[in-house]
């Protein structure tokens, strides 16, 4: 790739890369059925449609690769498997074309590059896209498990000669209304495989886990808003260089924050939504309890019904049989047995 400029390089900050869910799981996978240490990395090729501004990451697949961990420039990788996969791809969906490829980092390599200029030969700007897998202390824990790249060449200030790096470009996951079923369904099967929930308990799991995704959401939340502080200090004490663009977007993001301390009416109204919310939270509890209470009062009755109809002999059965075969309720029957007693 030649010399890029400032502006080619804002050009391709701003280009959105677009991954489904479909290749978030087919990377899992095939880092789960690889039995490598947590120091090795799995690669696999991504394909979609690249359109200059949105690169659209539909689909993937893995590929052989194997790398020496104390010599990082030596690696194998078969480009002649990915050839005859694209080859059977092409029979399946022709619009999907490879667009780059992946790996699992976590963090970038200095093999990076090299591989780069290997997946030119099949498109000419390779996005790189690390997928942290890690079900803990990754990326996924405070937000979106994955990171993109493009490699471009550094043009200095100083007119020294330029050096190849990577620039780093915007992700986000997106799916299709058929894609979101699957995901749904999947996540359901996932659930369901840790143990059979009765009926009784769905409505609490379902709360406990919209509780659960908004917790996460508040620690990815904080999280972030660490970053933002670090790097404004950091700016702040001259440990790092001002970048007015992230300088803007913080900007942005204060200036569209509700101004609570001087609006009586605003904070008040927060103030009542969040009564509101609590009493309807409050008052399902007290139903939820209510219903529990009544469930538990009808399944004893029914098991003292049960004990009396266990105890009665064949004779009586027989006779209360016989009585609501003749359309004569078994209580009139036990009334009028107790009347001629007391008669007698």
């Given at each position: 790739m030649p010399g890029l400029t400032t502006a080619q390089v804002n050009?391709?900050?701003?280009?959105?890369?677009v991954i489904h869910p479909l290749v978030l799981l087919s990377v899992v996978d095939h880092a789960a059925r690889v039995p490598l240490s947590n120091k090795k990395r799995v690669l696999g090729v991504l394909l979609g449609q690249d359109d200059g501004k949105t690169i659209n990451v539909a689909n993937s697949f893995a590929v052989p690769f194997e790398e020496d961990e104390r010599d990082p420039?030596?690696?194998?990788?078969?480009?002649?498997?990915?050839?005859?996969?694209?080859?059977?791809?092409?029979?399946?969906?022709?619009?999907?074309?490879?667009?780059?490829?992946?790996h699992t980092g976590p963090r970038l390599r200095s093999s990076d590059l090299e591989i780069t200029e290997l997946f030119k030969r099949?498109?000419?700007r390779p996005v790189m896209v690390i997928v942290d897998v890690r079900a803990h202390g990754g990326r996924g824990d405070t937000g979106i498990p994955t990171d993109a790249y493009f490699a471009v060449e550094e043009i200095r200030d100083d007119g020294t000669a330029t050096q190849r790096t990577f620039t780093h470009v915007p992700t986000s996951i997106d799916a299709e209304e058929a894609e979101e079923i699957?995901?749904?369904?999947?996540?359901?099967?996932?659930?369901?495989?840790?143990?059979?929930?009765?009926?009784?308990?769905?409505?609490?799991?379902?709360?406990?886990?919209?509780v659960a995704s908004q917790l996460e959401s508040l620690r990815g939340l904080?999280?972030?808003?660490?970053?933002?502080?670090?790097?404004?200090?950091?700016?702040?004490?001259?440990?790092?260089?001002?970048?007015?663009?992230?300088?803007?977007?913080?900007?942005?993001?204060?200036?569209?924050?509700?101004?609570?301390?001087?609006?009586?009416?605003?904070?008040?109204?927060?103030?009542?939504?969040?009564?509101?919310?609590n009493v309807m939270v409050y008052l399902g509890l007290i139903i939820r309890t209510v219903l529990a209470l009544h469930n538990l009062i009808d399944n004893r009755i029914a098991n003292v019904q049960q004990e009396i109809d266990d105890s009665k002999s064949p004779e009586e059965k027989k006779n209360e049989a016989a009585a609501e075969a003749a359309g004569v309720k078994a209580e009139d029957v036990k009334r009028a047995k107790e009347e001629n007693a007391e008669d007698k």
């Open positions: 050009e391709l900050s701003a280009t959105d890369v420039k030596t690696f194998f990788l078969d480009l002649d498997y990915v050839e005859e996969m694209w080859r059977m791809f092409r029979k399946v969906n022709a619009k999907e074309r490879p667009i780059g490829f992946y099949f498109c000419p699957g995901v749904e369904h999947l996540l359901r099967d996932v659930t369901a495989s840790g143990g059979a929930a009765s009926s009784s308990l769905l409505t609490t799991q379902s709360l406990s886990n919209r904080h999280a972030r808003l660490l970053e933002i502080s670090e790097y404004l200090n950091d700016v702040r004490k001259s440990k790092m260089p001002v970048n007015h663009q992230i300088i803007y977007q913080v900007q942005e993001i204060v200036g569209l924050l509700p101004q609570l301390g001087g609006d009586v009416d605003l904070g008040k109204a927060f103030r009542v939504q969040v009564n509101d919310q």
